[in-house]
């Protein structure tokens, strides 16, 4: 089934301590989608400006991405730079350049708007209220977003909390939003204002998945290298999302695996800058990395011996 994403698609300056990279393919869009077109065909909405490297999206294309609703818009892309010191669960936004964003409504296609899955990524929350008015019944929504917004257009974000099914967010952002410390306190006040699902992102520690009676927890990767965590997130939503609109199963045993298959998209993502490591990988490596997850947290040997 396919999968509609709206997002920022962005240019990234990014500082790690492991290098630097200068104006890099970004956003949550590219991200979401480069991670979601592994698993079931992806539409992108979103705009770029008249500077933007437009040669360097065609990889998204061949791998299926329908970028139609990509609009070129006059003026400058929207850039983004940030820095990550040696806590590489906290990216520090050094400036945010929306450029042809702060004038953006997007149009959904009319081929894009009875997709099942939408995701709304990062992005302006009036712009993700606007998308949900364009679509027809969704099977399911769901919605990212950070503390940029959380700051700057908090009853907007407040109200698209009304129409989602879900939403993903990184633990600090969730506790920015709730203004709850505790994390099970923080999941339940998001989940009284709309979505049934609310899943809490915490980068190197894994993610937790809440809905009203139970909570499902799935471990991040331990990679021995992290090299850029820039889009991990983004590429955490594509491979659940993608994985939800591939199966097209939205059962609570569904939404498990997808989880597993979201920490598995994210773990690639950091191993290089910008989309790099996402547009080189395959299924036999995604496989792979399934079954180290599913080693991770085996205990069935050990018990069988005892
Ligand atoms: P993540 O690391 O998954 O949380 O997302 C990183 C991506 O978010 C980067 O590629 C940025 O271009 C993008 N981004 C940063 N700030 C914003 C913002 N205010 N709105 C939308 N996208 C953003």
């Known amino acids: 089934m396919t999968l509609l994403v709206v997002g920022s698609v962005a240019l990234d300056s990014v500082e790690t301590p492991f290098g630097k990279a200068e104006n890099a393919i970004g956003g949550s869009g590219n991200f979401f989608a480069a991670s979601a077109s592994h698993f079931a065909p992806v539409h992108l909405v979103g705009v770029v400006g008249s500077d933007y490297p437009m040669d360097k ?40 350049h929306l450029g042809v964003f702060s004038h953006f409504r997007p149009k959904i296609p009319e081929a894009f708007r009875n997709a099942p899955f939408v995701f709304l990524a990062n992005i302006d929350p009036r712009l993700q209220l606007d998308v949900l008015q364009q679509v027809e019944r969704p099977r399911l929504v769901a919605c990212d977003t950070m503390n940029f917004w959380i700051e700057s257009r908090r009853p907007e974000l407040l109200e698209l909390l009304k129409h989602v099914d879900l939403i993903t967010l990184n633990d600090g952002e969730a506790r920015q939003l709730s203004d709850k410390y505790n994390l099970v306190q923080a999941a339940r006040w998001i989940m009284e204002r709309g979505p049934r699902r609310v899943i809490i992102k915490k980068g190197e520690h894994g993610a937790f998945m809440f809905s009203e009676h139970e909570v499902f927890f799935a471990p991040a990767y331990p990679l021995e290298e992290v090299f850029d965590p820039t889009g991990a997130g983004d590429s955490f939503a594509g491979g659940f999302m993608g994985y939800l609109a591939k199966t097209g199963d939205i059962s609570t045993a ?13 773990s ?27 080693d991770l947290v085996s205990v069935e040997e050990e018990l069988g011996a005892s």
């Open 268 to 294: 690639f993502a950091v191993e290089r800058f910008s989309v790099e490591r996402l547009l080189e990988i395959g299924t036999a490596d995604i496989q792979s990395r399934l079954q180290q997850f599913r």
């Open 254 to 266: 569904n939404l498990r695996r997808a989880v597993v298959y979201g920490c598995v998209m994210g």
């Open 57 to 96: 999206l065609v990889p998204l294309q061949e791998r299926g991405v329908d970028l139609s609703g990509v609009e070129q818009a006059e003026g400058s892309s929207f850039r983004w730079r940030g820095r990550y010191t040696h806590d590489l669960n906290s990216a520090e936004t050094l400036e945010t």
